[in-house]
T-cell receptor
Framework: GQQVMQIPQYQHVQEGEDFTTYCNSSTTLSNIQWYKQRPGGHPVFLIQLVKSGEVKKQKRLTFQFGEAKKNSSLHITATQTTDVGTYFCAGSRSGYSTLTFGKGTMLLVSP | GAVVSQHPSWVICKSGTSVKIECRSLDFQATTMFWYRQFPKQSLMLMATSNEGSKATYEQGVEKDKFLINHASLTLSTLTVTSAHPEDSSFYIC???????????????FGPGTRLTVL
């Protein structure tokens, strides 16, 4: 079945440093979504990428979808303590099929 | 924006009892809802897809007789954990997809989750 791998599992950075998490799918995806889950909270939708090679930005967050639509990345510039949480990617093979989640990357930011 | 609610937010029960968790889409209709389970420091694992008006679709390894799903209306799905055991203790999260204008894909809106502890 479809597998979505995400690395690293955990990263601890100093406030102001950059952070990147990578997501790779075993199959070509229709779209990929990114979610953030704060400790004790539930996943919150961040963004969705649909087009091959697509790059989207949200303030300090940059999301990228690979040309082959099998990989994606989330890059945070100049991290802040409010960025703490676990970032999940989730992919689907068609627009309306179930999502397969990566294992997530837990980000810890020290002031 | 779209909101999905879950009730209860947490529950503690004795081993052998049953627990019902409700998932509601508050401002949109959802013919499909998803139920996930998340163990501490792990990712979300899809348990089943709840379908309004038909039987739920369970993922491999999930016992349908233990995790009863009922999609009673276009805004309500329930998950009942029957004869709960300590190993069923987990964070149960539902989500409902909403088709936004523009991209031909769904966006998942997650409920706040229900933390189940079975003693």
């Amino acid at each position: 079945g479809q597998q979505v791998m995400q690395i690293p599992q955990y990263q601890h950075v100093q406030e102001g440093e950059d952070f990147t998490t990578y997501c790779n799918s075993s199959t070509t995806l229709s779209n990929i979504q990114w979610y953030k889950q704060r400790p004790g909270g539930h996943p919150v939708f961040l963004i969705q990428l649909v087009k091959s090679g697509e790059v989207k930005k949200q303030k300090r967050l940059t999301f990228q979808f690979g040309e082959a639509k099998k990989n994606s990345s989330l890059h945070i510039t100049a991290t802040q303590t409010t960025d703490v949480g676990t970032y999940f990617c989730a992919g689907s093979r068609s627009g309306y099929s179930t999502l397969t989640f990566g294992k997530g990357t837990m980000l810890l930011v020290s002031p | 924006g779209a909101v999905v609610s879950q009730h209860p937010s947490w529950v503690i029960c004795k081993s052998g009892t049953s627990v019902k968790i409700e998932c509601r889409s508050l401002d949109f209709q959802a013919t499909t809802m998803f139920w996930y389970r998340q163990f501490p420091k792990q990712s979300l694992m899809l348990m089943a897809t709840s379908n309004e008006g038909s039987k739920a679709t369970y993922e491999q390894g999930v016992e349908k007789d233990k995790f009863l799903i009922n999609h009673a209306s276009l805004t309500l799905s329930t998950l009942t954990v029957t004869s709960a055991h300590p190993e069923d203790s987990s964070f149960y999260i539902c989500s409902a997809p909403r088709r936004l204008a523009g991209p031909s894909t769904d966006t998942q809106y997650f409920g706040p989750g229900t933390r189940l502890t079975v003693l």
